[in-house]
């Protein structure tokens, strides 16, 4: 609503159900469901209360009431004889008659006017969105003012014209003609992706990947891996002749699997094989020597990176980050793409033991979306996080490294 309103707990009532009523009525263009007229009831508690609380919600709701060639709230008045309070004259029932009377009631003409006006941009680009425009869980999005639907249904427009996207790097799409910077893309990434996966066919779709780039099969600037090899026998058996090193993702992945490579490994290598993710380089820096295992840096949101690593898919494979809301959702990520991840040292436990180290987390607004594939009590642990705003980061963390031992 444009500005609220005064009300009393009645005219609460009615306003909160009036207001549930708001995004049905503007979708009703697209569902074409017929709202009108709507009845909004009400009761007036008259047991136990004196008449001056009586009479201060009936004056109250005949604030609320239009004016007469007004658009606005329609109330039904009734005699009514009470016990306590006698015979009076008292609303019983309130109706909105037309579309114009719940956006007058609601001071919601401004959000009808964003919501047609988007509507209006992706129904004139984008004809192919006409099953997401029906969807409730689209419509909140249409009134909000921080997304610039016009511009993204343009902007996907363009790229769904196109002969293909896959020559194209992110920052070299040929927006400019739009009005649209290079970044623009980056920027409301995950609009666009709601846009692109509703107008494309699902073979044109990396699901595995929430990154525009690489969700379309864009051209991408092949990120490096950091890689210590803490046990030094890993040097000869797999050819390599670093101990600390770092090259591209799909190098990494040819030099552990090449024919070279996998000529010198012996049966079964990988499956023996521990290879942790470190989100904290000064972490990762310190891990000690250990037998059988490979430590890769992750740093931050770059879980989609290790997708293209097929050896890992063999490899008892752990993630180690801060305890917080980021952690736990690049944890979460790491598990869509390799299921077998476990989490080390990231557990109620060890936050429980070591919380007076916690610090203010980052404040951002929790995605429970994102950790379908956690535990229950990752989840929970999330929550707690989340809701005190609370950080554990791990380079704090005095623990001696040991890993699990094999099943």
């Given at each position: 609503?444009?500005?609220?309103?005064?009300?009393?707990?009645?005219?609460?009532?009615?306003?909160?159900?009036?207001?549930?009523?708001?995004?049905?009525?503007?979708?009703?263009?697209?569902?074409?469901?017929?709202?009108?007229?709507?009845?909004?009831?009400?009761?007036?508690?008259?047991r136990?209360?004196?008449?001056?609380?009586?009479?201060?919600?009936?004056?109250?709701?005949?604030?609320?009431?239009?004016?007469?060639?007004?658009?606005?709230?329609?109330l039904?008045?009734?005699?009514?004889?009470?016990?306590?309070?006698?015979?009076?004259t008292?609303?019983?029932?309130?109706?909105?008659?037309?579309?114009?009377d719940?956006?007058?009631?609601?001071?919601?003409?401004?959000?009808?006017?964003?919501?047609?006006?988007?509507?209006?941009?992706l129904?004139?680009?984008?004809?192919?969105?006409?099953n997401?425009?029906?969807?409730?869980?689209?419509?909140?999005?249409?009134?909000?003012?921080?997304i610039?639907?016009?511009?993204?249904?343009?902007?996907?427009?363009?790229?769904?014209?196109?002969?293909?996207?896959?020559?194209?790097?992110?920052?070299?799409?040929?927006?400019?003609?739009?009005?649209?910077?290079?970044?623009?893309?980056?920027?409301y990434?995950?609009?666009?992706?709601?846009?692109?996966?509703?107008?494309?066919?699902k073979?044109?779709?990396?699901?595995?990947?929430?990154?525009?780039?690489?969700?379309?099969?864009?051209?991408?600037?092949?990120p490096?891996?950091?890689?210590?090899?803490?046990?030094?026998?890993?040097?000869?058996?797999?050819?390599?002749?670093?101990?600390?090193?770092?090259?591209p993702?799909?190098?990494?992945?040819?030099?552990?699997?090449?024919?070279q490579?996998?000529?010198?490994?012996e049966?079964?290598?990988?499956?023996?094989?521990?290879?942790?993710?470190?989100?904290?380089?000064?972490?990762?820096?310190?891990?000690?020597?250990?037998?059988?295992?490979?430590a890769?840096?992750?740093?931050?949101?770059?879980?989609?990176?290790?997708?293209?690593?097929?050896?890992?898919?063999?490899?008892?494979?752990?993630?180690?980050?801060?305890?917080?809301?980021?952690?736990?959702?690049?944890?979460?990520?790491?598990t869509?793409i390799?299921?077998?991840?476990?989490?080390?040292?990231?557990?109620?436990?060890?936050?429980?033991?070591?919380?007076?180290?916690?610090?203010?987390?980052?404040?951002?607004?929790?995605?429970?979306?994102?950790?379908?594939?956690?535990p229950?009590?990752?989840?929970?642990?999330?929550?707690?996080?989340?809701?005190?705003?609370?950080?554990?980061?791990?380079?704090?963390?005095?623990?001696q490294?040991?890993?699990?031992?094999?099943?």
């Amino acid at each position: 609503m444009d500005k609220p309103l005064n009300t009393t707990p009645v005219g609460d009532i009615i306003l909160r159900k009036a207001s549930r009523h708001l995004l049905p009525c503007l979708a009703s263009q697209i569902t074409g469901v017929e709202l009108f007229p709507l009845r909004i009831g009400f009761s007036l508690p008259t047991r136990h209360r004196q008449f001056e609380d009586l009479a201060a919600e009936v004056q109250a709701l005949q604030k609320l009431e239009r004016k007469a060639n007004e658009p606005g709230l329609r109330l039904v008045w009734k005699l009514r004889k009470t016990r306590a309070l006698g015979t009076q004259t008292l609303p019983i029932e309130a109706w909105l008659d037309r579309k114009e009377d719940l956006l007058s009631f609601l001071k919601a003409w401004k959000k009808a006017e964003l919501f047609d006006f988007n509507l209006q941009a992706l129904e004139t680009h984008l004809p192919e969105c006409r099953n997401w425009l029906m969807k409730p869980t689209t419509w909140p999005k249409l009134i909000n003012p921080s997304i610039p639907w016009p511009d993204l249904s343009r902007a996907t427009r363009f790229l769904l014209d196109q002969d293909s996207l896959s020559s194209f790097y992110i920052r070299d799409l040929p927006l400019g003609d739009l009005g649209l910077d290079t970044k623009f893309v980056e920027r409301y990434n995950k609009w666009m992706c709601e846009l692109m996966d509703h107008c494309l066919p699902k073979e044109s779709i990396d699901r595995r990947y929430s990154s525009f780039h690489q969700r379309y099969r864009l051209q991408q600037d092949n990120p490096h891996i950091r890689v210590r090899l803490l046990d030094e026998s890993l040097m000869s058996r797999l050819g390599i002749p670093f101990r600390d090193f770092s090259c591209p993702a799909q190098e990494l992945n040819q030099a552990l699997q090449g024919p070279q490579a996998f000529r010198s490994l012996e049966s079964g290598f990988w499956e023996q094989i521990d290879v942790l993710v470190i989100e904290n380089k000064t972490t990762f820096l310190r891990l000690p020597p250990q037998k059988n295992t490979l430590a890769f840096f992750g740093c931050g949101f770059l879980a989609e990176t290790f997708g293209s690593l097929d050896f890992l898919k063999h490899t008892r494979l752990f993630y180690w980050g801060d305890i917080d809301k980021e952690g736990l959702e690049i944890l979460a990520r790491f598990t869509q793409i390799f299921p077998h991840t476990q989490p080390l040292f990231m557990s109620a436990e060890v936050f429980s033991a070591h919380q007076h180290l916690a610090v203010k987390g980052s404040g951002a607004e929790p995605r429970m979306d994102s950790l379908a594939l956690l535990p229950d009590d990752l989840i929970q642990l999330y929550r707690h996080l989340t809701s005190h705003n609370l950080r554990l980061e791990q380079e704090r963390l005095d623990i001696q490294l040991q890993m699990p031992k094999q099943s």
